[in-house]
């Protein structure tokens, strides 16, 4: 291939994730549904831009992106004051839909024993359940202007914490993957790169800040950022066997309390939403395979997007309910912590890549997102309107 | 390789080129020479980082990116304004260098006959040498505080025109080096492309107006000029034989009098100084050949640099002379001219990739842009302190 022939391949995917996704937006759906349908468009369907190493290249870097960006954005303030409570509802946020994933497959495609290939598979599509993608609530809480209420913050900061626990989930199963793994090193290997990342952590942090206090707003602090994040993703999955998408998160925040974090994520966010973001999102697209739709995957989508949607509500509607909130809250919290995103795209993209699930699995993780950020903003406003929480906050 | 092996070249190029780039700037060179070093010292030196198909890939998109913003920042109406002088000025500061190069190469390497593959390759070494960077002259002349001089606006204006006939040039150039080339399909192919650019320009300028006006400073304006730029890059290459850079630049112009130009600008510049920029500099490093740095092409590279220079003061410095200038302006003007900057390394790269020169001829370009952003400075400050040209405006 010459090398300009990828500015084809650029242009088309740049114009049609652009377009379709402003078709979504206008359809009240995330605009990552439109470039979802953008690839499959292009790919499948009319067969003008197939899928290659090139392009799947630059969406692992656009994944990364996503995740240094998500880390960047913690308030780790935020999170210690947000307590026992969130910390509660986002564990069983996590757990309820891990266990009830695994289920689901087991029962589905038949149970071998535990600590076999198929038990890990099982393990691993319960964990593309785990995250939420608060996303869609935050901007549908925001219009009804409830977000500020004590129920809208719950959700948000246990949304947070979910994503931090379902990464340390997704480690773990994907470090148990190798059926010749030995559990303890693999927790050994974790928790060593996790010490690693604190410490050394601590001390990008205080090079940075330092860095940082003498250039402010210079473009070094967002390009040594990037190049840290880059560096710290290839080390945890080379050096520890943790997913590079893990690295990246936890490089963001380990910069996230530098008086530039905000100026870093915005430079990375430009990056991120002009190239690599679309290319990850059509790029799903494009592998989606429909010959792989069979009337057994169909089924399994479906009752994928039930169990996972009726694990959330159930998980952290009951936990919510053991604090004495009225059961309308729980339902509330329950509901608004039901939507999937990216994040469970990402997951899945990298089971694929590992090789423990096959691409047709994206079929019932897009059908989840598209249905999640359907029925999320209709059931929102149907449970506010039959009786606000207390603490709410003036409308607007 | 797998996906993330990228991660390490990715993370380890951009943290160099920022570190080299940064004591380059210290040392009062342009940062693109630091960028070089870095990568002379991670490839053909240390070994650490090696070029590869993906990292190619990413420094076209980065040349793509530079030229696009090379034309946005075109000013349409300065250029018609500052008139028969600059131009008179550029043709010179093109035309001269084109036939010293051309010479010297022939004399070097010896003569065939016109038409033949050395002659284009002649011809080719003479365009290398046509591009003013004018980057280095700017800052020299903001910091002594005479841009604003009738001299200063002079050099500005007869760089900008300079890049322009410099593209025109290595159109004609690069359209005739294949030897079953015919001259009059070439000349068509390139006025039908001009032609059609200027036709599809007035489209796109309106078309992105309306967009524009409608949705001020909203993302889809610069996605959707990256996209259209892909797509004229790719089109201008696959279609007309022109290259793909050329086709960036004409994207460039034809979005330059938008409203929202320098806000397309600043996020392709950001995706471009964050991430493809600094990968196409690293590159030259890394494609450097020492083993190709014979005795021959250390003469070869010196003389390179000798003709580049005062071929730019001949050409520019008679012709201003026939303006009437006194002397001690027209070599201003000439010494001005002098300097050579990425354009030039971007035309060597097009000539690599083309197959007219290989990649030892990247030595000659490099030495250039060092020599020759060195001693510009110096000349044009001790220029200036025998005789300021009169219009000048107050220091500052």
Redesign the interface.
Known sequence: ME??????D???V??AA?FFG?VARKCKAPMVVGEIIAGLLLGPIIHIVENND?L??MA??GV?LIMFSAGLETNLKELKKSGVKALAIAVMGVFIPLVGGTILYLCYYGFDKIGSEQFFKALFVGSIMTATSVGITVECLKEMGFLKGEIGQLIVSAAIIDDVIGIVVLTFVLGFKDPEAQPLRVVGNTFAFLALAVLLGILIYKLMKWVDARYPHS??I???G???C??I??CA??FFGIA?ITGAYVAGIMLCNINDAPYVDR??S??G???FG?IFFVGIGLKTDFSAMTKDMIVFSLLFVLVAMACKVIGCGLITKAFKYPGIDCLKVGVGMMTRGEVALIITQKGL?VGLIDSSFFAPVILLIIVSSITVPILLKVLYAKKPDPQVEAKG
């Open positions: 090398n300009y022939e990828i500015l084809k650029l242009a088309i740049l114009l652009k402003l090139f799947g290249k692992e870097i990364i473009r070094r967002p390009i040594i990037l190049g840290l880059f560096a993703s290839f999955e080379k590079d430079k990375v430009v990056t939403y002009m190239f679309p890549s």
